[in-house]
């Protein structure tokens, strides 16, 4: 079947007419339906640390709330292929995807907030997920082309820690992010790793939005008092150095443990705590990131109508 010919949207894995296609034709056809999938999505948003264990599913799923609490139609997707920790973060690990003859159904924790994640794929949760990279490209591909999000305002992505295959991935695919998010703790060697994740969003062409301090301080239960656990202000610094937008600290919190393994996102649970408040300070400085560049495109579009039409083709 050649692509023309094709049903808009379906997937050439459960498309009876399949068998007649050339390889470069599906190749073709995958190519078209992500680019038909992604021109729904207004905005992309990568959430990267340099290493694990900093809070970056945390800010990720934080982040997805706050946005979907404003009322904006958001997707989270979960690309850490080796740990998937979000649905446990959203308490909908238990949840099954289903398939549609045009994809698969992203599980929904609000109307306006879908999630999809490896976590939904493994049968035994304490089977480690050992693949090399094509698959994890191959994944990330389907995550982005096979599966229905509908109209998004804002697509966060979750990376897994470190410079490795899957922000290469997701650069490649989605083409145009509209920025990195950097989450890192204070102490030297985190804020060290944050800097190469700093310059390799760069090296890959997204834009910094900026750098989260995250278990920035501990307030002691008892006196009340700030405890610097890891250090204070390393984040801030690091963004100073390098150049980047500091979009806020979020400290220690020890019920944002329990909260977070029982599946209740601390902007919910606890929305007047310091942390709740950094979670939507950040929240509210990627929709003035992305309000800006909505501006800076409306401008291009006026100004240079040729050279806009060419990128948005692109896109
Ligand atoms: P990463 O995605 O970077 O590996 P996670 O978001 O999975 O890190 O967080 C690791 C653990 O740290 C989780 O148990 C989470 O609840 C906890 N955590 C994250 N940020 C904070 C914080 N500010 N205060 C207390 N616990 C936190």
């Not at 997701?170 to 703790?185: F, P, Y």
């Not at 939005?209 to 204070?232: A, D, R, T, Y």
């Amino acid at each position: 079947m050649t692509k023309e010919k094709c049903e808009k949207d379906a997937i050439c894995d459960t498309c009876d007419e399949s068998g007649s296609c050339s390889q470069q034709e599906k190749e073709a056809h995958n190519q078209e339906r992500l680019t038909s999938r992604l021109s729904h999505i207004k905005h992309r948003i990568m959430v990267m640390s340099g290493k694990g264990g900093v809070g970056k599913s945390t800010v990720s799923t934080n982040l997805a709330v706050a946005l979907s609490l404003d009322g904006f139609d958001v997707g989270l997707l979960d690309a850490d292929i080796h740990g998937p920790n979000i649905p446990k973060m959203l308490g909908i690990e238990s949840k099954q995807v289903i398939g549609s003859g045009k994809g698969m159904i992203p599980i929904e924790v609000f109307p306006n907030l879908k999630v999809i994640s490896m976590a939904f794929f493994i049968g035994d949760r304490d089977n480690p997920v050992v693949w090399r990279g094509p698959l994890k490209h191959s994944a990330i591909n389907q995550f982005l082309g096979e599966v229905e999000w509908g109209n998004l305002d804002f697509l966060i992505v979750d990376l897994p820690p470190g410079t490795g295959d899957e922000p290469l991935s997701v650069a490649h695919l989605i083409k145009s992010v509209d920025g990195s998010i950097i989450v890192t703790t204070p102490q030297d060697v985190a804020l060290l790793d944050s800097r190469k994740a700093i310059t390799f969003s760069r090296m890959i062409g997204i834009p910094v939005i900026g750098i989260v301090e995250n278990m920035s301080g501990l307030i002691c239960p008892h006196c009340q008092k700030e405890i610097p656990l890891f250090k204070i202000g390393g984040g801030e610094k690091a963004a100073k150095d390098m150049g980047v937008s500091f979009l806020g600290r979020i400290p220690i919190d020890p019920e944002m443990v329990t909260d977070c393994d029982r599946g209740m996102p601390f902007v919910m649970s606890q929305p007047k705590s310091e942390a709740a408040k950094a979670f939507k300070q950040i929240a509210d400085r990627c929709k003035e990131y992305v309000g800006f560049k909505e501006i800076e495109k409306q401008f291009e579009k006026e100004k240079y109508p040729y050279h806009f039409k060419e990128k948005e083709a692109k896109r």
